[in-house]
């Protein structure tokens, strides 16, 4: 079975930092681009980044860009997000996502997501 | 940056009815578009890619349709078990990648 575990989330301050992890197991994961996906509460959808399947592209969108480094460890089978310079706006549930086939961006095997707030 | 309007941003529609959602591209983006159906409380789910190929597992009361700039989600058949938002997502490009802001879809 395909599944996607997102650890990590927790309340942090204004400026502080955090990893988020996301645990793939069930399919090969170097074969897959994958991205990470945020909603604020009660909002909608915001793509956050992604990476291609060697960790040679990555691209952010403008929100985080400078703040947020997205990696992957594929003989762990991990995708990772560094969160420097945290905002209140950075709060939200993270989804890591796989993109089924490239070069075409979308999502289809999503994970439960980790929730990280940003709070004094 | 391509920008992603939905319409509605919310609807209610009874048991059986025919359910259509609007999304609209700034730009052309030929038929790159996926749709999320995302329940309460729930991870969102791939329903459709390429504007009209239907992912598997789906029922097949869903559709999508369009090109360019104008697409539609269409539920055939309203089921209870449809409640949800919808989500369009453009991907013709390289990122950024672009939701649509969501339709909430009840049940009357």
């Known amino acids: 079975e395909v599944q996607l575990v997102e650890s990590g989330g927790v309340v942090v301050q204004p400026g502080g930092s955090l990893r988020l992890s996301c645990a793939a197991s069930g399919f090969t994961f170097d074969d897959y681009t994958m991205h990470w996906v945020r909603q604020a509460p009660g909002k909608g959808l915001e793509w956050v980044s992604l990476i291609s399947w060697d960790g040679g592209s990555t691209y952010y969108a403008d929100s985080v860009k400078g703040r947020f480094t997205i990696s992957r460890d594929n003989s762990k089978n991990s995708l990772y997000l560094q969160m420097n310079s945290l905002r209140t706006e950075d709060t939200a549930l993270y989804y890591c996502a796989t993109n089924p086939r490239i070069p075409y961006y979308y999502m289809d095997v999503w994970g439960k997501g980790t929730t990280v707030t940003v709070s004094s | 940056d391509i920008q992603m309007t939905q319409s509605p941003s919310s609807l209610s529609a009874s048991v059986g009815d025919r359910v259509t959602i609007t999304c609209r591209a700034s730009?052309?983006?030929?038929?790159?578009l996926a749709w999320y159906q995302q329940k309460p409380g729930k991870v969102p789910k791939l329903l459709i890619y390429a504007a009209s190929t239907l992912q598997s597992g789906v029922p097949s009361r869903f559709s999508g349709s369009g090109s360019g700039t104008d697409f539609t989600l269409t539920i055939s058949s309203l089921q209870p078990e449809d409640v949800a938002t919808y989500y369009c997502?453009?991907?013709?490009?390289?990122?950024?990648?672009?939701f649509g802001q969501g339709t909430r879809l009840e049940i009357k």
């Open positions: 730009q052309g983006i030929s038929n790159y």
């Open positions: 997502q453009k991907y013709n490009s390289a990122p950024p990648i672009t």
